[in-house]
């Protein structure tokens, strides 16, 4: 087993990675920016290191600091978290040549699967199914041309990546070119790889994945599914498992067509195939993400199988110690990712500085963050603050559940997405499991939204900002206090 992990990423995936560190018995090292200087996950790691200024080009996407650090460290391994670098076969490839092992797959099997193109173009080989399309990079006229052969809607997407940028939906002509500019422009930014290519969009499927794990000894198992339909423009806002949609049967094609893809490239380390579930119950391949997920907890939760110690084993060399039939999936899991966005302003990123944070706790609740007040939101870094897991014999307990953690969990400073969370789970639908990709578009009701939450956070803000105010404004004996309100207005008024 390794003796020094450097984990190149930050706030919760880098404390989960430093967690599992601890338990293994192996020192972590962090790396951080100037933003994150005080975080969390810098405290908790047992060294750590400045990487460089906020942007990410600067920081957490320099291949080239970390691995100054990796060798200043004496490190022997780094873990990618998800997201900045995970997903680059160019940085694995780098770390080999540093004699530094990547605890992910190998370069070469990134780049076979890690790339969309190349992923559909694998399985279209192999008598996988894909969604109709074109398996290269596509100009604007080529993709008009295949969205007036297949019809519209059709959906352009980036080949690199992941997390909903560089897909736009066109439903009609005059849309395409615009479409095409933007989702080649936003590729571009967020994964320095402008390629875009076209596929038939299909109206109303279920997102659904399979988590798989592989070792170096040939050996690839499935740990089931995990349902990713309800999304806001093509990203992930709630994840469960098992699926209400997913049949023994159909689980069973769709983790051996997961393996099978597995297999082709050899691959090594925990990986995700993604795939579209229609109404007929006909899936079809989407891609391959080389990485772990954030939604992984859910797959942890009722497994029982720790996916980052898995990873470490694998990275080391170990085999798995387990086979597909000795693999129990046991009652339901939800997660709920809280971002720091306004569902009241059509989720506006929210910034400033988190002043006070009460999680919510338990039994069968699992919280994965870095929150620890205070804490400061940048326009630098993804919004999620936090990840809300939780257990329970069915679907119902842990829908049950869900609502009473979120009504918990209190965050002041930021506006967040727990009152939209909060809707979705009372929603009639989405409780019956009568729900697609687009739900969230066609049935979300924001009007319905219940302000609570903000209430409640209003008194937490207010009891606060009097304690904070009393201990640095100090009255003489002999004067009567002002209120945090008086105070307020007397310090706002002109």
């Known amino acids: 087993m390794f003796r020094r992990v450097l984990v190149a990423n930050r706030g919760e995936i880098a404390l989960r990675v430093i967690r599992a560190c601890r338990e293994l018995g192996i020192k972590s090292v962090a790396v951080y920016s100037e933003a994150d200087r005080w975080a969390n996950y810098v405290a908790?790691?047992?060294?750590?290191?400045?990487?460089?200024?906020?942007?990410?080009?600067?920081?957490?996407?320099?291949?080239?600091?970390?691995?100054?650090?990796?060798?200043?460290?004496?490190?022997?391994?780094?873990?990618?978290?998800?997201?900045?670098?995970?997903?680059?076969?160019?940085?694995?490839?780098?770390?080999?040549?540093?004699?530094?092992?990547?605890?992910?797959?190998?370069?070469?099997?990134?780049?076979?699967?890690?790339?969309?193109?190349?992923?559909?173009?694998?399985?279209?080989?192999?008598?996988?199914?894909?969604?109709?399309?074109?398996?290269?990079?596509?100009?604007?006229?080529?993709?008009?041309?295949?969205?007036?052969?297949?019809?519209?809607?059709?959906?352009?997407?980036?080949?690199?990546?992941?997390?909903?940028?560089?897909?736009?939906?066109?439903?009609?002509?005059?849309?395409?070119?615009?479409?095409?500019?933007?989702?080649?422009?936003?590729?571009?930014?967020?994964?320095?790889?402008?390629?875009v290519f076209v596929e038939k969009y299909v109206e109303r499927p279920r997102h659904v994945e399979i988590q798989i794990l592989a070792d170096a000894h040939g050996h690839v198992v499935h740990l089931g599914e995990r349902e990713c339909s309800i999304q806001r423009r093509h990203q992930k806002v709630v994840e469960e498992s098992p699926s209400v949609s997913v049949d023994d049967r159909l689980r069973e094609r769709m983790g051996e067509a997961a393996k099978a893809i597995a297999r082709l490239v050899a691959y090594e380390n925990a990986g995700t195939c993604?795939?579209?579930?229609?109404?007929?119950?006909?899936?079809?391949?989407?891609e391959v993400n080389t990485r772990l997920q954030v939604e992984h907890p859910v797959t942890e939760l009722i497994t029982g199988i720790d996916i980052v110690k898995q990873q470490f084993l694998i990275a080391a060399g170990e085999p798995l110690a387990f086979t597909q039939d000795e693999v129990r999936r046991r009652g339901h899991a939800i997660e709920a990712?809280?971002?720091?966005?306004?569902?009241?302003?059509?989720?506006?990123?929210?910034?400033?500085?988190?002043s006070g944070v009460r999680l919510p706790a338990g039994p069968f609740v699992r919280v994965d963050s870095d929150l620890v007040p205070p804490a400061r939101v940048t326009a630098y870094y993804d919004s999620l603050l936090a990840k809300v897991v939780v257990w329970a014999e069915d679907r119902a307990g842990a829908i049950d559940r869900m609502v009473r953690a979120l009504r918990e969990f209190k965050i002041v400073g930021v506006q967040t997405t727990i009152p939209f969370h909060l809707q979705l789970l009372r929603h009639p639908r989405f409780r019956s499991g009568d729900f697609h990709t687009r739900f969230l578009e066609e049935e979300f009701d924001f009007r319905d939204v219940k302000a609570e939450h903000h209430l409640e956070a209003a008194v937490i803000a207010a009891a606060l900002d009097s304690q904070r105010r009393r201990r640095c404004a100090p009255v003489a004996e002999d004067a009567r206090p002002l209120s945090a309100w008086q105070t307020t207005y007397r310090q706002e008024s002109p």
């Open 274 to 286: 993604e795939f579209l579930v229609d109404e007929k119950r006909d899936f079809y391949f989407l």
């Open 44 to 195: 908790q790691a047992d060294e750590s290191y400045l990487l460089g200024p906020a942007p990410p080009a600067e920081s957490y996407l320099r291949v080239d600091r970390i691995l100054e650090l990796a060798k200043k460290a004496r490190v022997d391994a780094i873990h990618p978290g998800y997201g900045f670098l995970a997903e680059n076969p160019a940085f694995a490839d780098a770390c080999a040549q540093e004699h530094v092992a990547f605890i992910g797959p190998k370069g070469r099997a990134i780049r076979a699967v890690g790339n969309k193109i190349e992923a559909r173009t694998l399985a279209e080989r192999h008598g996988i199914p894909v969604v109709p399309g074109i398996s290269r990079e596509v100009t604007a006229a080529e993709a008009l041309a295949f969205a007036r052969a297949h019809g519209f809607p059709v959906l352009l997407k980036a080949a690199a990546g992941g997390g909903g940028r560089g897909q736009r939906v066109v439903r009609s002509e005059k849309d395409l070119g615009r479409a095409m500019r933007e989702a080649v422009s936003e590729a571009a930014a967020a994964f320095g790889d402008g390629t």
């Open 337 to 354: 990712r809280v971002c720091a966005e306004d569902p009241f302003s059509n989720f506006a990123p929210s910034m400033g500085e988190i």
